[in-house]
């Protein structure tokens, strides 16, 4: 057992509505081991982001316990950084003022603020944007401000819930690659949320798929790919193979939640 | 028909000193991602460098018109185009300005109005910013008082002084009161609109830093909502502004209104329209000081 990374035990959600009862997430029994990166994939509506909720402490979990580096998870904790699917960045505060802004909340001293800050914007490749308001910057250099708050702040575990799924396709390649590459350096434990296989392939070191509502892994796959890797292994043999492993248990998957949709709509 | 003539001046000055005024409040909270990585980001210092330029052109754009429209009223009333009862020559009028500037009754007039319309911009806009965020903390509040306050919007709410005459008198605070009353509506319904249209996902990242409650009032929720606050303001000082004048229009014992009045009822065309420019010049002074306002609290925002 391995103390410093994210354990889940038991762990379900159930959401009790007016109308119905509808399990989120259940039986989750995983392991995100120290400094490693693992993504989780699985068919909208599965309970993907629930799940990464309830690792954060945004979300009570209904059964089972969260525990990371070895505390258990009783509620949000600045330790647990989240970068979130929405455009996080605040429009009045400059890049380096929003990179600075989570330790300013927890109280980081001023003059270590201003080092962490300018290093977490080197990290994610915003040097030289600074002094730029969000307004001023895409979509994906947002994410990577919002990614360098999160970083800044030097939390035990990463949580990123479907960060580029507002970008378009070679961005979020790119900018996938880019984590990976600040991964390498940090070795900081990330759980990555996506519903993009390619983009969990290339990231990760290991991958979880999800199933349909009730949410539960149903196939682990270790990545063994190169470590150093960029956005041109999507063209490997290898990287077909594991696409076509993870599609495999994941088609099924999304025809049922595909299907369920269709019947509670109609 | 005069009247209308010269005020326009006063309110293109309004509208040209800030670029946008119709829809400043979404410019911020509608930034959605754009999907091109490279699309817009002019380095930051052009960009200012042409926003100082824009206020230098409509600066210049705004005397220029003014300069138009006095030498049009001088021509015009020197060749008899109008009676000189409608609108006296500007020359005229700017010769008796500069004899009321001597005079202490203007003083007393114009420092009366002054305070009650500072009075009234202050305790509008705090009241006003109170109750919005009231509403948006209470949202039960919010739901059982908002329909009346938009409603309020629509009563000319001057019609409510007789009664505050009787209450209070006629004095300065009875014109203070009803005029914060009509300055506090829109500043409260912008204020509470603008928080509750803040984006969910900054109150997400308050609740996983685990800011308090403090922290999240006054570093994510008020700058959150700041252009709809700056909007609220902006009302908030043009209804003191009416407000006020309309109330010593209509019955007080002083102030630069009542003086408009009374000159109107002895005849004295000149010294009325002198007045009249005095009114115009304070809802220029406001106008610019709001959009220095502006200009400081949403820096970075207008894109």
New interface residues.
């Given amino acids: 057992m391995d103390p410093q990374g994210i354990e889940m035990t038991g762990l379900s959600v159930v959401f009790d509505t007016a109308a119905r009862r509808v399990t989120a997430v259940t039986d989750i029994d995983q392991i995100v081991p120290h400094s490693s990166f693992v993504s989780i994939v699985g068919p909208s509506g599965c309970g993907k982001s629930t799940l990464l909720a309830v690792v954060?402490?945004?979300q009570k979990a209904t059964t089972g316990a969260v525990s990371v580096a070895g505390r258990p998870v009783t509620?949000?904790?600045?330790k647990?950084g989240?970068v979130?699917q929405?455009?996080?960045t605040?429009?009045?505060?400059?890049v380096e003022e929003n990179v600075a802004?989570?330790m300013?909340?927890?109280g980081t001293p001023k003059p270590e603020r201003r080092k962490r800050t300018k290093d977490a914007i080197e990290l994610v490749g915003l040097a030289g944007?600074e002094?730029?308001?969000?307004?001023?910057?895409?979509?994906?250099?947002?994410?990577r401000v919002a990614l360098a708050r999160t970083l800044a702040v030097q939390p035990e575990v990463v949580l990123m819930d479907e960060p580029f799924a507002?970008?378009?396709q070679?961005?979020r390649l790119?900018l996938g690659a880019e984590v990976r590459q600040i991964w390498a350096r940090t070795k900081q434990t990330i759980m990555f949320v996506t519903h993009d296989i390619s983009e969990a392939i290339l990231l990760s070191q290991q991958v979880w798929v999800m199933s349909y509502r009730p949410g539960t892994i149903i196939d682990v796959v270790d990545i063994d790919l190169p470590g150093e890797r960029d956005a041109g292994v999507v063209s490997t043999p290898r990287f077909n193979e594991l696409h076509n492993r993870i599609w495999g248990s994941l088609q099924a998957e999304s025809m049922r939640g595909f299907q369920q949709q269709e019947a509670s709509s109609t | 028909m005069t009247r209308s003539s010269t005020p326009s001046t006063a309110s293109r000055t309004s509208s040209s000193s800030h670029p946008s005024p119709s829809h400043p409040p979404f410019t911020a909270a509608d930034d959605l991602p754009s999907e091109s990585a490279s699309a817009h980001h002019a380095p930051p210092d052009p960009r200012r460098g042409r926003g100082w330029g824009t206020a230098g052109f409509s600066v210049g754009a705004t005397l220029a018109l003014i300069v138009a429209l006095t030498a049009f009223a001088e021509i015009g009333s020197r060749a008899g185009w109008w009676n000189d009862h409608v609108l006296p020559a500007p020359s005229v009028i700017f010769t008796e300005l500069g004899v009321l500037l001597t005079e202490r009754q203007f003083w007393i007039d114009a420092q009366r109005t002054g305070i009650e319309v500072a009075a009234s911009i202050v305790f509008g806009c705090l009241l006003g910013f109170a109750a919005g965020l009231l509403f948006w903390k209470v949202p039960l509040l919010g739901r059982v008082f908002e329909p009346y306050l938009v409603s309020f919007y629509a009563v000319p709410l001057v019609l409510f002084y007789p009664v505050m005459i009787v209450l209070v008198g006629i004095n300065a605070m009875s014109v203070i009161i009803l005029a914060t009353i009509m300055a506090a509506i829109p500043m409260a319904l912008n204020t509470a609109v603008g928080l509750n249209q803040m984006p969910p996902v900054y109150l997400k990242l308050a609740r996983s830093l685990r800011t308090s409650p403090r922290q999240t009032l006054f570093a994510i929720a008020i700058p959150a909502a700041g252009p709809f606050i700056v909007a609220g303001l902006r009302l908030a000082v043009v209804y003191a502004l009416i407000g006020t004048i309309a109330m010593e229009f209509t019955t007080a014992q002083a102030g630069l209104g009542y003086r408009i009045r009374y000159l109107y009822e002895i005849f004295d065309n000149i010294g009325m329209f002198a007045y009249i420019v005095v009114v115009l010049v304070l809802s220029c002074l406001l106008t610019v000081a709001l959009a220095a306002v502006e200009r400081v609290l949403l820096r970075g925002r207008n894109s």
């Fill in positions: 954060a402490g945004l509620g949000p904790d600045p647990i989240v979130f929405e455009d996080s605040l429009p009045w505060r400059t802004f989570a300013e909340m927890i944007f002094k730029s308001y969000p307004s001023q910057l895409s979509g994906g250099m947002r994410q507002a970008l378009d070679q961005t790119f």
